[in-house]
């Protein structure tokens, strides 16, 4: 199935907005509960002092139920409910999953899609009609992965490994983790568990796959890697640099 990764400019949304007020630090777009146009989501902050950005985002317009969920010296983790940055909205409009984190620095995003095809060339489309503004990075094909994560699954995870349950040693524990997403310390440990079988089944996978024989991407979009399908290229790539 082709993965595709995006250069999106994020306008004059929350994300645009703070990212380039403070373009020394990346705004990372790391859970979303779709709500209609907004809901709660997560955004890891990093900066060399991430507390400016952070300020910043108390302020700002559109911010509703803001706190910050981890503190450190130079990231933060913030939780809030707001619109969703409108290549989210046009995901969802196309029935694609969000694949975290959707990363902001200086009014640009970047994020990698995985979809069949025909759904590629209609999220390209509603993102024309949308106004957004995107540059294809690169293009290749991913193995096929019969237990992909649920959304539970992936907001429970990425959660998960940025309040360093999964460093060495663990810098925060399972009922905090627990805490963050708001639910009981059995459910986020039955939801880790199962969401790190399906993590570790993608990787034996990817590793069985045979390696491309292509000889490279003849297309220029990015690093070498499987042959792409010519609907693909032509959907996709001939909309690439949108302006």
């Not at 620095?105 to 899609?113: I, Q, Y």
């Not at 699954?153 to 905090?176: H, I, K, N, S, W």
Request: aromatic share 6%; charged share 25%.
């Amino acid at each position: 199935m082709p993965r595709a990764n995006l250069a999106v400019s994020l306008g004059d949304e929350w994300a645009g907005r703070l990212s380039r007020r403070h373009p020394d630090a990346e705004f990372d777009l790391v859970a979303a509960d779709p709500n209609g146009t907004d809901g709660y989501q997560l955004v890891r902050v990093r900066a060399t002092d991430p507390d400016p950005a952070v300020a910043a985002m108390r302020d700002a317009r559109g911010f509703r139920s803001l706190s910050v969920v981890r503190e450190g010296d130079t990231a933060a983790l913030v939780r809030f409910r707001a619109a969703y940055p409108l290549v989210l909205f046009a995901l969802s409009r196309e029935g694609i999953p969000f694949e975290p984190p959707l990363r902001c620095r200086d009014g640009t995003g970047s994020l990698s899609v995985t979809a069949p095809d025909p759904a590629l060339s209609a999220l390209s489309d509603r993102l024309g009609e949308y106004g957004v503004r995107y540059r294809l990075e690169s293009l290749s094909a991913e193995p096929t992965v019969d237990a992909p994560l649920t959304q539970r699954q992936r907001d429970v995870l990425l959660t998960a490994v940025e309040m360093g349950y999964y460093d060495t040693p663990r810098d925060c524990t399972l009922t905090a983790v627990a805490d963050a997403v708001g639910t009981a310390k059995s459910s986020a440990s039955e939801t880790l568990h199962r969401a790190e079988g399906a993590v570790v089944r993608r990787f034996a996978a990817a590793a069985e796959a045979e390696p491309s024989d292509n000889g490279g991407d003849r297309w220029g979009w990015g690093a070498p890697g499987r042959a792409v399908s010519a609907t693909t290229r032509s959907s996709v790539g001939a909309r690439r640099d949108r302006s």
